[in-house]
């Protein structure tokens, strides 16, 4: 330990973090200023991780909430050679990989994508909950610890509750938050927003917490040795930094702790920006340099960091040779890839509703895929996880070695987990709640769709069909929602989301193959909660559904058809019952298609989607949540007949009665718009 090599290398991280906004005109300096020595001493002397292999599956992981202090992960990333000069200098900038939010960037040391605040701790939760589960079954080769670092932003966020409640209850000591306390947001003091007790409130949910002054490096230091002996708790080590840390007014009088310093350049403020260069020890004509000591001392860190690491190697190494079957099985959990799983051999009830056949598949998952974890938001007997539930265990503080998380009550927490979860890797994430409620879970599944994280929604009770609990639990506009991120694409150019509704049993085992084999996106499953007939064979059910996975196909086809109906979910039933209406009572030749993906449908070739809904002719769509769900597929001529209101509280039968979502109602709607298109 050098104090004089220290305190000159968070000054250099200072001095890099306000020139990349100085030059941007743009970003957060002062948390920068203020949280460089405890990321400075985290990287040198506690997080471990081999610089040759960044993505090497062991290391120590490093989870960043507060996106908007992107500047002081750069600023030390540079000091560690992940990124270059110019790469600072075009911070902020188009086509930059210095973006304004830390984007996942794991060869570079960015584990997370963050800015939405709260949920970036919450993916560290969800990674410590990832490597615990590993350890319990390859025991003592996840013991790698997960760092957080968090701002009073993140913690005043709701989602902070059910993190601090579900970290504190596991018993996550793997979990060490640092929590930049320094008593300033964007635009205000803290104490005009809040009075309370944080240290208290942390401790209540079961944590360690440690109070010290986040500049002195001795404290930073006995605080990071006691959160990693800690052997029962999660720790939450609070930093009292001063925003701004260094920054000077013209005259060299100090100017530090103000609330402008937080999110406007330097220069932008009573600071000075050359006199604070220069009062941290920079060359304010060449502000970007990594001054000559540090230098010399990140790349002696570099080397025995990379040489601990092929230390810790050689005992994996050793660990893989004595025990060839885990290893075997431990290298394919790390791979990503899955088992061959035969989804046609699940067995599935007739006419069941679809979130039946998922727990149908769920419980053949349960058997067959060891390394998923579950998670439901207090709902697993309802939303029907529970087929995985009843051939697994809940994780427990001191016990993972079972792979069902109860989540409570919290739909964002756990779907923001689920993505920490999905980043750590080795590990398939499943949430599932109700689908109304995914508009708790929107946040987090917006940023695993930006993070491309292959992360499984289970979402039930997927239509006004919920019945008697009425409009507050009757999902109308939600699946517009969920298919609006069927059209959005990420920066890989694909659908950042694929939505599945499947029309029955069958298809929905289907829906689930569909699901575990995207490894590149989310995928939501959007299931009933009533009962669906089962849509006819003419050979092979389940053979006949796999063409789902070019998201839509015929169920039911006829020649020279006179008109093609088309739904998802529920309404294909519904659909074909008015075609067996509309052929026996007006002899009309009528074809049915389940589309049980538009975004994934869109990717076929224009052949092929106009075998399934041909181009000027007759269609009709029908759908049970907003017409803009199906508005998307039926041209000049088509027709959709939707849900322009919220449901109200009825049994499912009557409100089918009083919508009009019965074949009898269908069959109407079909004629009528039949006669208007003559």
Not at 42 to 50: G, S
Not at 201 to 209: F, N, P
Not at 282 to 304: C, G, M, R, W
Request: hydrophobic share 40%.
């Amino acid at each position: 330990m050098n104090q004089k090599i220290d305190n000159l290398a968070a000054d250099n991280i200072r001095a890099l973090a306000i020139s990349m906004v100085e030059k941007a005109n743009s970003g957060h300096p002062g948390g920068a200023m203020g949280g460089a020595d405890f990321l400075h001493i985290l990287y040198t002397e506690y997080l471990n991780f081999d610089p040759t292999e960044m993505d090497w599956p062991f290391r120590d992981r490093f989870f960043m909430d507060a996106g908007h202090l992107s500047a002081l992960m750069y600023a030390q990333y540079n000091l560690l050679g992940n990124y270059k000069k110019e790469d600072l200098q075009s911070f902020r900038q188009w086509g930059s990989i210095t973006p304004g939010h830390p984007e996942v960037d794991v060869l570079r040391g960015i584990e997370n994508t963050s800015g939405p605040l709260g949920q970036g701790h919450a993916m560290g939760a969800g990674a410590a909950i990832a490597a615990k589960f590993l350890d319990a079954r390859f025991n003592g080769l996840f013991e790698h610890k997960i760092y957080g670092f968090i701002t009073d932003g993140g913690v005043q966020e709701e989602i902070s509750q059910g993190v601090g409640r579900i970290a504190g209850h596991l018993g996550l000591n793997n979990f060490i938050m640092f929590y930049d306390s320094n008593d300033v947001q964007l635009s205000s003091m803290t104490d005009e927003v809040t009075s309370e007790d944080t240290a208290m409130k942390y401790e209540a949910w079961g944590w360690k917490v440690i109070t010290i002054d986040g500049h002195d490096h001795e404290q930073i230091r006995k605080a990071l040795n006691d959160a990693n002996a800690e052997t029962e708790k999660p720790t939450l080590i609070i930093g009292k930094t001063i925003m701004g840390k260094g920054c000077v007014l013209a005259d060299g009088s100090m100017y530090e702790g103000e609330c402008e310093l937080h999110g406007k350049p330097i220069g932008d403020t009573k600071a000075d920006f050359t006199k604070t260069l220069i009062n941290l020890g920079a060359n304010p004509e060449s502000s970007f340099d990594i001054f000559p000591e540090v230098q010399a001392h990140y790349t002696s860190v570099l080397a025995k960091k990379t040489a601990a690491a092929a230390e810790q190697k050689a005992k994996i190494a050793a660990w893989k040779t004595a025990n060839p079957a885990l290893a075997s099985k431990m290298d394919s959990f790390l791979s990503g890839v899955l088992p061959d799983l035969d989804l046609s051999q699940v067995v599935q009830k007739a006419n069941v509703a679809t979130r039946e056949a998922s727990s149908a598949v769920l419980g053949y998952l349960a058997e067959n895929l060891e390394n998923v974890i579950v998670s439901s938001a207090d709902l697993s007997n309802s939303d029907k996880t529970d087929g995985f539930l009843k051939k697994s265990s809940v994780l427990q503080k001191n016990d993972f070695s079972g792979a069902f998380l109860q989540a409570g009550v919290a739909e964002l927490t756990m779907t923001a987990i689920a993505n920490g979860i999905a980043l750590h890797g080795g590990v398939v994430a499943v949430v599932a709640t109700f689908f109304v409620f995914s508009d708790y879970m929107k946040p987090a599944i917006r940023l695993a769709a930006i993070q491309e994280l292959p992360v499984k929604y289970v979402l039930t009770h997927d239509s006004f069909r919920v019945g008697e609990d009425g409009p507050t639990h009757q999902p109308i506009e939600q699946e517009a929602q969920m298919r609006l991120m069927e059209k959005v694409k990420n920066h890989s150019g694909n659908p950042s989301l694929l939505a599945l509704r499947p029309a029955d049993a069958i298809e929905t085992s289907v829906a689930w193959d569909m699901a575990l084999k995207n490894t590149k996106t989310p995928t939501a499953l959007i299931l009933s909660r009533q009962n669906i007939k089962d849509i006819p064979a003419v050979s092979s059910r389940y053979e006949e559904a796999t063409a789902a996975k070019k998201g839509g196909y015929l169920v039911k086809s006829t020649p020279n058809a006179d008109i093609t109906l088309f739904a998802n979910g529920s309404e294909v039933s519904t659909l074909l019952g008015a075609a067996e209406i509309l052929e026996n009572e007006n002899n009309l030749k009528v074809n049915v298609a389940s589309i049980i993906s538009e975004g994934l449908f869109k990717l076929q070739s224009k052949e092929y989607q106009g075998s399934i809904i041909p181009k000027g002719k007759l269609v009709f769509g029908l759908t049970a949540g907003l017409p803009v769900n199906l508005e998307g597929l039926i041209g000049d001529s088509g027709k959709v007949v939707g849900l322009d209101h919220f449901g109200y509280s009825a049994p499912a039968s009557v409100l089918d009665q009083k919508f009009g979502f019965n074949p009898e109602s269908a069959a109407k709607e079909i004629l009528k718009y039949i006669a208007e298109s003559k």
